[in-house]
């Protein structure tokens, strides 16, 4: 086995035991950079020279690619946009503070949807990333750069961002594990921000005890981020031994397996999935969740909207693309933002600025906020009938690039994993099959109640054992 491809368990017991350096992992993993990015285009930069300056400071650390909208000192961080072209980050996220600190060192910047809007990284300014198991697939997005190089043997694992579902619809389409914390869970500073209510650092790994590692190392408490509780982070990776299906309260929610758009073969990956927890012994129990209905269009109110006030700080003054064709300072704002943003972008940004507007914000921001509490309440009672739920993860296997031209039936990729982000709780995807026809990677999803990681980890190692 080459070392390019361990996870980051495997990695961290062969530097424990000496058989190789942090310096040999990075080594490995450049010399793969070299000889597949050009083809599956994960990374947008890869700095080798401080790639091997760190491991060779932290000879024991694992390296860990970095979704390109995570600050790190001395690093670009574009973010997916020409607007960022140029910049390079003065300080580290706590994310990357923390993995520093726990024996992890940034390696790579990995490619996105420009800001994080989009779920097929089609619209990123810098390059084009294609799906390792079928080059002229999408890895899916936003995170398709970091899921591409977990399930391209790229990295040892990765960091992607989770807004409405850009962890775990790349992991499904790449066949990897992705973790959306629950909200709060991972400190959000030095995290270029999409939707303030929403965004969410996570694990994309190779495997569930992998993802158990890295979001131990990553959770906490952060007095710079005062969505973060000060209650303690539980080791993960301990909790999951002994772990097992067997009498675990498993709940179906029924609106999730009555969309009629789902492909045949997410079906029947999804509905064996089931079949074999059932067996596994888990207890299924039908629940509903009636609001899901509305989740979507609650998102693309709400995200918007957040959107359309985070992005205002680009303007071409203080960072960032600046226009020369700029006569005044309006001209200034808006042609830099013009010639900056790219149209997903800009497409939210308009949304969002309309429904925050004088005599529509009570029409349509407030009232999604209303059934965005409604959505949270769905789920506060099916968790009193059940330990943890198990739905589709995306509708649909990778698709073709350039096959979705239409944004609406984009944005339908993440049907199934917006009301969980609208909610708070947490939700991972984990590998469960191929399709037959092109072997195409599909991924389920389990979600438990907020701050309950332990749980949804350990009901996902459960699976991943029986899935194989």
Known sequence: ????????????????????????????????????????????????????????????????AIKDLINVRGQPCTCGSK???????????????????NGFIP??????????????????????????????????????GSAAAVGGDMCIAALGTDTGGSIRQPASFCNCVGVKPSYGRVSRYGVTAFASSLDQVGPMTKSVEDSAILLKALAGHD??????????????????????????????????FEVKGIDSEVRRITEESVKKCEAAGAELVEVSLPHTEHAMAVYYIVAPAEASANLAR?????????????????????????????????????????????????AYYTKALKVRTLIKRDFDEAF?????????????????????????????????????????????????????????PVGVQFICDGFREDRLLKVCKAFEEVAR
């Open 1 to 64: 086995m080459e070392l390019y491809e361990l996870g980051i368990k495997a990695a961290q017991e062969g530097l424990a035991k000496g058989e190789f350096t942090s310096t040999d992992l990075v080594n490995s993993i450049i010399a793969r950079y070299r000889d597949r990015n050009a083809a599956v285009g994960a990374y947008v930069t890869f700095d080798e020279e401080q790639a091997l300056a760190l491991a060779a400071e932290n000879p024991k650390s694992v390296p860990i």
């Open 83 to 101: 607007i960022l072209l140029g910049y390079r980050s003065t300080y580290d996220a706590t994310v990357v503070r923390n993995l520093k600190a």
């Open 107 to 144: 390696c790579g910047r990995v490619n996105m949807d420009e800001f994080a809007m989009g779920s097929s990284t089609e619209n990123s300014a810098l390059c084009v990333t294609r799906n390792p198991y079928d080059l002229e697939r999408v890895p899916g997005g936003s995170s398709g």
């Open 223 to 256: 007095e710079m981020d005062g969505t973060t509780p000060k209650d303690p982070v539980p080791d993960y990776a301990a909790g999951l031994e002994g772990a097992s299906l067997k009498g675990v309260r498993l709940g179906l929610p029924k609106e999730y």
């Open 314 to 362: 680009f303007d071409g003054v203080r960072y960032g693309h600046r226009s020369a064709a700029a006569k005044d300072v309006y001209s200034l704002y808006a042609k830099s933002r013009a010639e900056g943003f790219g149209p997903e972008v800009k497409r939210r940004i308009i949304i969002g600025t309309f429904v925050l507007s004088s005599g529509y914000q009570d």
């Open 384 to 440: 009193k009938k059940c330990d943890a739920l198990l739905t589709p993860c995306a509708p649909t296997p990778a698709f073709r690039l350039g096959e979705v031209q239409d944004p609406l039936t984009m944005y339908l990729n993440d049907l199934f994993t917006i009301p969980a982000s609208l909610a708070g709780i947490c939700a991972a995807s984990v590998p469960a099959g191929f399709t037959r026809e092109g072997g195409l």
